[in-house]
């Protein structure tokens, strides 16, 4: 499978903030052990992170119109909290879409507790660090 795993707003500083919630490594890091997780799976992972909702509602559109993907993994950030947007860009596509969160939202404060996009996806992982990109991979792919 070819998956896109895109990350949303302030995930760009991941390594750097809040270490205590999203750990040491940086994003480019963390994709790289994704991209070679994939490789020994026989799949392909592209990554894309943007601070901007609409360049993201325009990857996802792009994912879909141009079949370029088999399935997406998407940490949008705080977008996932108010982002209509990227809710109805979701429910327009024909595509898989796996919510993750690095860290476990549930556990958080209370605005982090509501997810306007977990309705329309797949499903939602998280609370397992950068683990949660990798077993939404698995989830994505049938649990194989």
Excluded: W
């Amino acid at each position: 499978m070819k998956f896109l795993v895109i990350n949303g707003v302030n995930l760009n500083l991941t390594g750097k903030r809040e270490q205590g919630v999203y750990g040491t490594q940086t994003l480019e890091q963390i994709n790289a052990e994704l991209a070679a997780f994939c490789a020994s799976q026989g799949d392909s992972a592209d990554f894309y992170q943007s601070n901007i909702e609409g360049e993201l509602v325009n990857k996802l559109h792009e994912a879909f119109l141009g079949k370029t993907h088999d399935a997406v993994i998407l940490n949008a950030g705080a977008f996932t909290h108010y982002s209509y947007a990227l809710r109805d860009a979701i429910a327009a596509i024909d595509i898989p879409v796996a919510e993750v969160h690095m860290s476990n939202v549930h556990a958080r404060e209370e605005f982090r507790k509501t997810s306007v996009l977990s309705e329309v996806c797949k499903g939602v992982i998280c609370g397992f660090g950068k683990h949660s990109y990798m077993a939404a991979i698995c989830a994505l792919k049938g649990g194989k």
